[in-house]
Structures are given as C-alpha cells and as structure tokens.
C-alpha cells in the first residue's frame, strides 16, 4: 500500500510539474568593478541599477565600436575615443563628427568613469547612461536619432540574440542600449602604469621619475589629486577665453557667473597618450603645459583658481622630471587589453 | 485502498489546472485622470489661431508635459499613491491623455500631482516608457527632462520663423522648474470603490502660461529653452493651468 501511495505521489508531483511553466533560467555571469588597492570608493554605484555582467559588457562592446550608431555609418564611439589613446583621440585637438566637422572640445580619455560623478569638461552629463546621448545626437558628432539607431538595431539579428542575453526581456529598446554601453565604458578602468607598479612594490622609479613625483606632489596633487589623478571639480586655470568658441566651461551648465572659464580637472594617467591638452586641445606638449602653469596663466581672470593666483613656480630642471614622472602614468595593460578591442 | 490516493491525484491535478491566484481582483483599475487642453475657454486644436489674455495671436503644434507622481488624498488624511506614476501627457497622441490605475476604496478630496518629473529620476540614468529619452524629452547637453514643451508660432514672435518655443525643464536649486499641483475635487468628498471606474477630468488651459504669477508676453519672450528664472517663471504660470472639468463614475 505504501508504495502504491508513493507512487502516486510522485505522479502528482509528476502531473504539477507540468502545469508550473518552465522557463529556461536567463543565465547572466555577473562581473565586478575592480576598486585598486588604497583607492577611494566610488562617489557612487554606477552600476546600483545596471549590474554589470559579461552579457551586457559584450553587448556595450560591440555598441562602442559600430560605426552604423552614426548618421552616414562613419563614426563610432570608438572612432573618437581609440583603444591605443588610452580611449581618447590620437593627436587631435579635435575630433571629427559627421559632414567635415568638428567638435568644439577636445574628446577626453575614457577610464575610471566609476569615479567621476559628472560627465564632459562642464559636467553637464549626471549619469554615465545618458552620456551617450550627446553625441549621438549633436551634429558635430554622430549626428543621428535615437529612433535611426533602433531601426539599424533591430534589424541586425546578431543584435537580437546579444540584447536578449544580456537582458531578461530581451528587448531592443534605448534603455538597455544605453545601459549597455555603460557596463562597456564604465568597465574602462586604469591602474596598471609604471606609477602603479611602484605603489604595489613591483618597480621602481628612475631617479629622474622620484624628483618628479615629489614636484608633482608639491605643486599639482592638490587638484590632479592620486590616484585618481583629478579631483573631479571645476576649475579656471588661467587659460584666454577661445574666442571662437567663446566656451564659457561649467557655466554654461549651471548659469552661474562665478564658474565662468572653469573646466573639469582631467586626469592626469595616460598623459603622453592623450595630447593635445586642455580643453580646447590648444597646448600641444607637457613641455608646453608646464610652461603655462609656470608663465601664462592670466593672472587678471577673476574667476582663475585660488592655488594658480601666483602661477607656479617649477625650475627647468624641476620641469624635466615632472615629464619624466608624467610618462609614468601611461598604462599599457589598458591600452592592450583585448577585452576592450573590437570585437569580431 | 486505491481510493484515497486517488481521490488526492484528483484533487491536486484540480488545483493545478486552476489558474494561479497571481491576479489580484482588487488591483483592477478603479480611477482614472483625463487631461483636456484648452487653449482660454475652448478645447485646444492643434495648428488653429488663438488669441491669448493678451491678444497676442498663437498656434500650437506641439504641446507634451509630465504629469508625475500623482496620489490622491482621502477624507481622513491619508495619501495613496499610483506606482511607478509617470507619464507624459502628448496632445498629439489621444491614449497618452488618459491614465488609470487602482486606489484602495475611500473617500477622497484631494488629487495631487507633479508637473514635470522629480528630480531622483533626472540623475538616476536611462530610463524606459514615458522617460524613455525616445521621446525627445530629455537634454542631452545638460543632462535632465524637459518638464514642459510647447511648440508653434506668432505672428507676434520676433523669433526665427515667428516661433514660439517653450522648452521648460531644470530639476535641482533654483532652477527646479518642477511644479507640484493640488486640485480639490469638487463635490468632495469623492467614494471610490472596486465597483466602478472614477474619472477626473482635468483641463489645462494654456492661455495661463502668459498670465498668472507673472505677466509674460509673446512679444518679449517667445523662446525659453535653457532652465533658469524665465523657465521658473513660466513653469510658475503653467501651474495654475489645470482645474477639475468633471468628475464622472460609471
């Protein structure tokens, strides 16, 4: 009797099981922000409501580098912002968009995205998911629409199988878009220069590089502060109004006259590979750069920065070992890896 | 002996096959909020001539805002609100104009709402649905919704092509151009109940945008399209556009 009611049982469980839908489980392999040794914590989570998986980073991969997410098909995210430049653009103040034009700005480098709360040289952009939505749309860049690039989108069946297996639904829609190139971009991290290296006690420096970073200690930490190597604000750092232009920096975001001519600090890492410098692109070598901290910052500027009212004052020889210093910061495991080159 | 264990398989392929208690029959839709744009006392036409408070004449070909947040508040003080509660009301689009969903039964007085989205959701990333940045409603230079847009012409305009362009967003200080709206609901209170579907009815009438906290003319400002103190001061206005039209229940 007891085994014909097992029996029994287990057909029912059998026949219910039957009745319980069975979804293939969507497999999703979950992947996590590295935080280098001795760093701070992020200012915020970018990926609290986009968790960062394998799926989602090839996804955004592939989105970085087609070029069809343009207007004419030319540009990509990665036309502007190349591998081997640390993800900014090679020698160009600046870069080329759609029809033979410019951008107004120079592109920076993209790494360590996850440590900067505010977006482009006038942090007008709040979130790395809507960033991309500039140049898409500007018409200096991209030049395009959301609805063109879904259209071009959909109609790729690689596209179909790679949003469905990096998000549950599966749709093809901007939000997984965006939020896919995000796992891509904010995945750019760099942490692996020479400078690094003799943090973590596996190089040392020349002695050129030491005098160096103790210049660079004294007269820049305190604005392209380690290790991120900016502070993430808003400065003026003396440089003339580009007539042209007449880009006015943050205040064009916030209104206020107080952040005329100011700027985000870029970071310092890769510095030799993303010259020209500033946000204009006009100064054309770290020679140059050091040179208008030390005699042509236009000390009459009433919003320049407080810690630059007296220039700064760096010695030739000072000047050479900061640039012997500043090479150290090139990070050549970034600028090979090939989890950020593009894809087959 | 069968018989028991019989009876059980029975039983338990008849719960089984029995749809799943997953749908819950209070959560059916119960009320319903209807936006009817006017243009001073008629209901606005796209691309037809009104004259505005000030006689200044004007045609609107495009006209979309965020309604957002909306609760409602009953007789004894307590405010329910919809889930999830954003949506972008298009003249252009009839279904985008109403929306329903499920309050707990009550006696309400008080219908409440943002116009414009809040600001957690300006900084929170890509959003989809009403938010999704499809529907040109999003900066993309200054990151943020565009609470209010309304496009058209004047032949009072100055601007290019005689346009009028009010493109009204900002979310944080003193630019918040976010608006928070309280209606009273007329013949209040108001019984909403599982058995029937409440519509409220509201128009907004966007003869207000030139006329109520602050005068604005055409002539003066037909384009405001950066956040700022003319984005509050028509945001200000634009408030005191809606009313209750009616309210029905069937």
Redesign the interface.
């Known amino acids: ?1 007891k085994i ?2 097992t029996i ?2 287990l ?2 469980v059998l ?2 099981s039957a ?2 839908p069975h979804q293939p489980p969507h497999k999703l392999t979950y992947l996590k922000l590295v935080i280098p040794k001795g760093w701070p914590q992020p200012p915020t989570n970018i990926f609290a ?2 968790p960062l998986t394998e799926e989602g980073f090839q996804l955004g991969r592939k989105l970085f580098y087609d070029a069809r997410l343009s207007r004419d098909s030319n540009f990509s995210c990665a036309g502007c912002h190349q591998q081997f430049a640390a993800f900014a653009t090679y020698d160009h103040d600046f870069s080329h968009g759609f029809n033979n034009s410019f951008t107004t700005r120079n592109a920076p480098g993209l790494f360590n995205i996850a440590w900067q709360k505010e977006l482009h040289w006038d942090g ?7 960033q991309p ?2 140049p ?3 018409a200096n860049e991209m030049a395009t629409t ?2 063109e690039i ?1 259209k071009k989108l959909k109609a790729d069946t690689a596209y179909a199988r790679l949003f469905k297996n990096a998000f549950a639904d599966g749709m093809i ?3 997984h878009m ?2 896919a190139l ?1 796992q891509f971009t904010g995945s750019i991290q760099s942490y692996n220069s020479k400078y690094d290296k003799v943090k973590r006690g596996e190089d040392s420096f020349t002695v050129s590089e030491a005098l160096g970073y103790k210049t660079f200690m004294a007269s820049c930490n305190s604005c392209h502060r380690e290790p991120l190597f900016t502070d993430n604000s808003f400065r003026n750092n003396g440089l003339p109004l580009n007539k042209k232009w007449m880009d006015k920096g943050r205040m ?2 916030t ?1 206020n006259l107080a952040d005329s001519l100011k700027f985000k600090v870029p970071s310092l890492r890769n510095i030799s590979l993303t010259f020209p410098y500033m946000h204009d692109g006009r100064v054309v070598s770290l020679g140059k750069v050091i040179d208008h901290y030390r005699n042509s910052i236009d000390t009459a500027q009433p919003t320049l920065d407080m810690l630059l009212k007296k220039r700064i004052a760096i010695s030739d020889q000072e000047k050479v070992d900061l640039i012997s210093f500043l090479l150290t910061l090139k990070d050549d495991v970034l600028t090979h890896d090939p989890r950020f080159k593009q894809p087959n | ?2 018989k ?3 009876c ?2 029975i039983f ?2 008849v ?3 029995l749809p799943p208690a997953t749908v819950n029959a209070q959560q059916q839709p119960n009320i319903k909020i209807s936006f009817i744009n006017y243009a001073g006392n008629q209901p606005l036409v796209p691309d037809s001539l009104y004259a505005n408070c000030w006689k200044e004449n004007y045609s609107v070909s495009r006209l979309k805002y965020y309604i957002s947040n909306i609760a409602l508040q009953t007789s004894n003080q307590k405010w329910n609100a919809e889930q999830n509660s954003y949506h972008l009301v298009d003249e252009s689009d009839s279904l985008s104009k109403n929306f329903s969903f499920y309050l707990p039964s009550g006696n309400y007085t008080t219908l409440s709402f943002l116009i414009g989205v809040d600001s957690l959701k ?7 649905g009403a938010l ?3 529907n040109s409603m ?1 900066w ?5 919704y565009i609470m209010f847009k309304m496009e058209g012409t004047s032949p009072q305009s100055a601007a290019v092509n005689n346009k009028i362009e009010y493109h009204i967003g900002g979310f944080s200080g003193v ?1 918040n151009a976010v608006k928070k709206i309280r209606l009273q609901l007329a013949g209040i209170p108001v019984a909403i109940n599982n058995k029937s579907i409440t519509e409220i009815i509201i128009r907004a009438n966007i003869d207000k945008l030139w006329n109520a906290a602050t005068v604005l003319k055409i002539t003066e400002t037909p384009v405001c399209t ?3 103190p003319l984005a509050g001061r028509i945001a200000a206005n634009y408030t005191t556009m809606f009313d209750v039209l009616k309210i029905v229940q069937r």
Do not use: R
């Not at chain 2, 300006?122 to 989809?128: C, F, I, K, L």
């Open positions: 009797m014909k009611i029994s049982l057909l029912i026949m219910a009745f319980i409501t986009n007008g952009v709040n979130h790395i998911e809507v939505l500039s898409f749309t500007a959301l609805p879904l829609n901007s939000q965006l939020k995000a064009t975001i209104g | 002996m069968m028991p264990a019989l059980l398989l338990f392929c719960i089984f096959l300006n900084v929170s990333g890509a959003q989809t999704d940045p499809l999003f993309t230079w200054n990151s943020g630019d950066i956040p700022g």
